[in-house]
């Protein structure tokens, strides 16, 4: 199909074309026709019949009601007939597997000029291929799935198979021998708890929240006690059917009776006489992926005590999709085991030992949850300043504003905070083995958890002050705004409530203090 052939215009010539029957206006230099379009815009023809508008340049009157990739959606774009004579367009958004140049917009690292200890080339070379694939191929279905609340597609699952990137969302470790990382821009040999750092927050900028719950986060939090505590023969198999995409995992263990009390929970596993099965009775609540997971990694109650088991879709197997406020395409579910038999051999870690299982595997997964919310946080901070600085109140921008800008300046000092203590936690991973992490830093995530869901929701609420009623409009201007506003209280909650892990913290620091030390 041969493509259109634009033609250049004065600014003259186009402001004759001002009438009902025959109607041009340019936006950004590019003039635009839309006698036939004004009948079906939105806000009604009447907003075209300003004086300032008919036959003129309506960019200021256009950025401050619409965002700029309306402009790019085929069924407008169709509508340009040509260009400003002598000016080109120089406005732009969010450009595909590019830094944003907008400040605070990047952790610092990714900051022109700026330097950071952490990071080494391996790292840039990560996140640069990380940004083009998030933009090229996650991206385009995580808007389209939030919406539609259907499962993240094959084709996305695959492609990231392809590219390892399911393991490296596990983290360094053995696991990662022997693959090829993002096409050999890292080795297994080099991958780090940085590198994992900056899968996470590249993923996490989409800004699709129930997407990224539902992009095999399960696997995340549901794999690494089989990986840990798994027998040879349970990490032979699942292992390689999780991170080929090929079959999927979920961790359950929150209850309606349940959720941050561990040793609280009632499903209950039974050993047979000859001890050779578990009997599986008991509900599981608020699964994440449990809907399409083939495997359920499950906190039951034993003789022993608290156990963990690994449990395969099966007979007895049951569950139903939960309503949440976010996207169903998370897969959150309600889960059922009646009389379910598993063989004593899927048992994670010694039997009434599965409290420091999973208690060591909530730092992964709250690190997880701190890392995707600290680049969340850095989005809306991004999505803020660039409507300040567009739209007016009052005929000024709203930068103008002090009111406004000491919100902003609050959500800068939130989001650079929380990366900046994570970062530092994240060295701490780098140089601990496993098991010094669950004995040392379950207090210390506990704690960055706490504060980086707090400073969210703050956050969160300032954003939806800045924009106003569009705040809280799912499409248009604020629609990334509306949906982090819905969706901040998934991070307060998953993974543990806020009071009950900055509780945790405390009490492990009263654990170390000194016994003789005193004012």
Known sequence: MESKVLKVFTCEEVAKHNKPDDLWIIIDSKVYDITRFKDLHPGGASVFAE?????????????????????????????????????????YS??????????????????????????????????????????????????LHEEDGKRPSAHVIKAMADINMHAMRLGPGKHLKGLTLMGGVVS??????????????????????????????????????????????????I???????????????????????????????????????????????????????????VGCKTDTGFTVILVERSEGVETKPIKTSYSSTAGTAYVTF?????????????????????????????????????????????????????????????SSQAVIRSKIAAMISRTESVQNWL????????????????QKLAGPIGLLKMYTTRCAQET?????????????????MGQYIELYHRTIPFDAVLGGAEDVLGDLGVRQAIRQMPKNVRL
């Open 51 to 91: 004086e300032d508008i008919a036959g003129q340049d309506a960019t200021e009157a256009f950025y401050g009601l619409h965002r700029h990739e309306v402009l790019l959606r085929p069924q407008y774009a169709r509508l340009q007939i040509g260009h400003i004579e002598g000016e080109r367009s120089v406005i």
């Open 338 to 398: 009646e009389n379910v038999k598993v063989p004593v051999e899927n048992t994670l870690g010694p039997e009434g030992g599965g409290i420091f299982v999973i208690l060591s595997n909530f730092n992964h997964e709250r690190w997880v949850m701190c890392a995707s919310s600290a680049r969340g946080q850095r989005l809306i901070v991004e999505e803020c300043l660039k409507w300040v600085t567009q739209r007016k109140a009052f005929g000024k921008p709203l």
């Open 460 to 476: 969160a609420t300032d954003a939806v002050q800045i924009f106003g009623g569009r705040g809280i409009t799912k499409t248009g």
């Open 188 to 237: 297994p040999e080099e991958f780090d708890y940085f590198h994992e750092l900056v899968c996470i927050q590249e993923i996490s900028r989409c800004g699709q929240r129930g997407y990224g719950d539902g992009l095999q986060s399960g696997a995340v939090i549901g794999l690494p006690p089989i990986m840990n505590f798994g027998s040879q023969e349970l990490k032979s198999k």
């Open 423 to 438: 970062e530092n936690l994240t060295m701490q991973m780098c140089n601990m083995t496993y098991k010094e992490q669950a």
């Open 239 to 297: 292992i390689p059917e999780v991170l080929s995409g090929k079959k999927f995992i979920c961790l359950a263990i929150s209850e309606a009776f349940a959720g941050s009390d561990v040793a609280g929970l009632q499903t209950r596993a039974t050993k047979s006489s000859d001890g050779k099965y578990w009997t599986i009775n008991g509900t599981k609540k608020w699964i994440t992926n449990g809907m399409f997971s083939d495997y359920f990694t």
């Open 94 to 143: 969010r450009e595909f597997g590019k830094l944003s140049d907008v400040p605070y917009a990047e952790p610092t690292w990714l900051s022109t000029g700026y330097y950071s200890p952490y990071f080494k080339e391996s790292h840039r070379r990560l996140q640069a291929a990380m940004r083009e694939f998030v933009d090229e191929v996650i991206t385009p279905d995580a808007l």
